[in-house]
């Protein structure tokens, strides 16, 4: 990779962490909010928030990812 795609990487980091506080978020409303089930909003943003996460993996260094290609 030699740090062509570390820019990248780093964007994604910073979305996927986002992602999760604002997914943390959904949960506490509606627990505020007496709800006995998990968020439409919070399901969705969690399965958006795994893609991330591969896509972070998959811009890792080539020796770091094979533990990954499964």
Do not use: C, H, W
């Not at 505020?32 to 896509?55: F, Y």
Request: zero cysteines.
């Amino acid at each position: 990779m030699a740090g062509e795609f570390e820019d990248i990487k780093a964007r994604l980091e910073a979305i996927e962490e986002e992602m999760a506080d604002l997914a943390i978020t959904r949960l506490r409303e509606s627990i505020d909010a007496g709800g006995t089930e998990i968020p439409v909003d919070e399901k969705r943003l969690t399965r958006a928030r795994r893609s991330i996460v591969k896509a972070i993996q998959l811009l890792e260094e080539p020796n770091s990812r094979e533990a990954y290609d499964d």
